[in-house]
């Protein structure tokens, strides 16, 4: 269908599996994904200005796999 957006499987997945924190700042609310062990320091992505946080899926899943090897 034209005009119809379907979100790929891994990223339903990664929604599925992932939760979404959100942190009250002013007015605004920052939304963030915590994925990954907790025993390396954490790596910190900040999406573009008109991004969100979804927009680092890909690197969370990725990246959080590197480490349990």
């Known amino acids: 269908m034209k ?4 979100a790929p499987g891994d990223y339903i997945y ?4 992932v ?6 700042i002013g007015l605004k609310h920052w939304r963030y994904y915590d994925f ?3 025993v ?3 790596l910190i992505c900040l999406p573009g200005i008109t ?3 979804d927009v ?7 990246l959080s ?3 349990l090897l």
């Not at 005009?3 to 379907?6: D, E, L, W």
């Not at 990664?14 to 599996?17: G, L, M, P, T």
């Not at 939760?19 to 009250?24: A, F, G, R």
Request: hydrophobic share 35%.
């Open 51 to 53: 991004g969100t946080a």
């Open 14 to 17: 990664f929604k599925s599996q």
């Open 19 to 24: 939760p979404l924190h959100k942190i009250p």
């Open 36 to 38: 990954g062990p907790k």
């Open 56 to 62: 680092h899926y890909k690197q969370i899943m990725s």
């Open 3 to 6: 005009g119809v957006f379907s």
């Open 40 to 42: 390396v320091p954490p």
């Open 65 to 67: 796999m590197k480490v």
